[in-house]
């Protein structure tokens, strides 16, 4: 991909270079979700407790302990729900990922093209804006397929639903728009800051691991548009390649990546677990057509019952599967996006190769 920079029909390449950072990232997303599923239906399992059960008045399919392990809650599901129902809800969830991640990536290059320097470089604060600012719009975006995705891995609540319009349909039609948006306050909470501070994690990770290894760095397909030269005060948002010599090129770069990913989602998830699990509750806690709110309402009255009714541990429900999620989902991410953009930029560049006469 050329650079923005190109005084040669700059405009007419801005285009083609946006739909490449979306198609790349609803790519990444759709596998990493397809890979992923089972897990995000384990953690929401979890994340059903059984004094949540009773709080709300379900007779949940599956019989659960009330801190059963990952173990035990994925044996549970296929044992009661057939490996079928490891992928439930995975239509939403993959409409989801696909939209969302290619938003990200589409709104992270813009983004970090305004806040980048002359030189080409982010500064930490840049690079936690950008993280955050892009994942907050995806998730305002997208928060009514994130409310149908919870519901419907539930096998309490996807039994009311026939696939994602009727789902949306039932929901405004029995708690209004705002149930569409059930849980938003968390979600926001959750993923703006793990976003930032994964972004700051994985660029610094990748640009140590890329040195350890004696990898050439270069520009990421994120910042291509942006000035090669270095700063050594800034953090870069740099690609790391192998010099031709070096015949496993492509597979350390993808081993980079990978662990770069892994790293940063997993020390984001640490600290962002109470959030998922408050955003849960509230998007699987349906508001009343009378106007009467939930238990779940927001956020302090989730937390507060959170507490009371079921101990700090709570605010912990389904953290295995989905730091084991975050990690896997990161790396994966990341590392199918690097690689998608670069095929998808070279059939770009071979679409418009001029034809010999």
């Known amino acids: 991909m050329a650079p923005l920079g ?9 285009a083609p270079k946006t739909f490449i950072t979306f198609l790349s990232g609803a790519t990444s997303g759709c ?45 549970g599901i296929v044992h009661q729900d057939r490996v079928s129902g490891l992928w439930r809800g995975v239509a939403p969830s993959i409409l989801r990922n696909t939209m969302g991640v290619g938003l990200y990536f589409m709104t992270l290059n813009a983004i970090t093209a305004r806040l980048s320097s002359p030189d080409g470089s982010l500064s930490h604060v840049a690079t936690l804006a950008s ?4 994942r907050s719009l995806a998730v305002v975006l997208l928060c009514p397929l994130s409310v149908i995705k919870t519901r419907m891995e539930t096998v309490e609540y996807s039994r009311m639903y026939n ?4 789902a949306m349909r039932t929901i405004v039609a029995q708690e209004g728009i705002g149930g569409l948006f059930s849980g938003l306050v968390p979600a926001v909470l959750r993923d703006a800051p793990f976003s930032a501070m994964y972004m700051l994690i994985y660029l610094r990770a990748k640009q140590t691991l890329g040195q350890a290894v004696g990898l050439k760095e270069n520009r990421s397909s994120i910042m291509r548009s942006v000035a090669p030269q270095a700063s050594t005060n800034s953090l870069h948002l740099q690609k790391t390649e192998i010099p031709a010599k070096v015949t496993s090129t492509k597979g350390l770069t993808m081993a980079v990546n990978f662990a770069s990913g892994a790293m940063g989602g997993g020390l984001a998830t640490l600290l962002t677990q109470p959030q998922d699990v408050i955003k849960t509750r ?14 779940y309402s927001n956020v302090w009255e989730a937390s507060r019952r959170l507490f009371n009714e079921e101990g700090l541990y709570a605010f912990f429900r389904g953290s295995s599967p989905r730091f084991l999620k975050r990690i896997l989902g990161s790396a994966i991410t990341w590392m199918v996006f690097e690689e998608a953009n670069t095929l998808y930029s070279n059939i770009l560049k071979k679409t418009n190769e001029p034809t010999a006469s």
């Open 31 to 75: 596998i990493s979700t397809l890979a992923l599923q089972p897990l995000d239906v384990v953690k929401t399992r979890m994340q059903m407790s059984a004094a949540y059960n009773r709080s709300v008045h379900l007779q949940p399919a599956l019989s659960l302990q009330p801190n059963s392990s990952i173990f035990e809650t994925f044996r």
């Open 131 to 134: 993280g955050a600012g892009s």
């Open 282 to 295: 509230m998007q699987l806690s349906m508001r009343h057509s009378d106007g009467t709110p939930s238990r």
């Open 163 to 166: 696939g994602i319009a009727h």
């Open 6 to 14: 190109n005084v040669t029909s700059g405009k007419q390449k801005r």
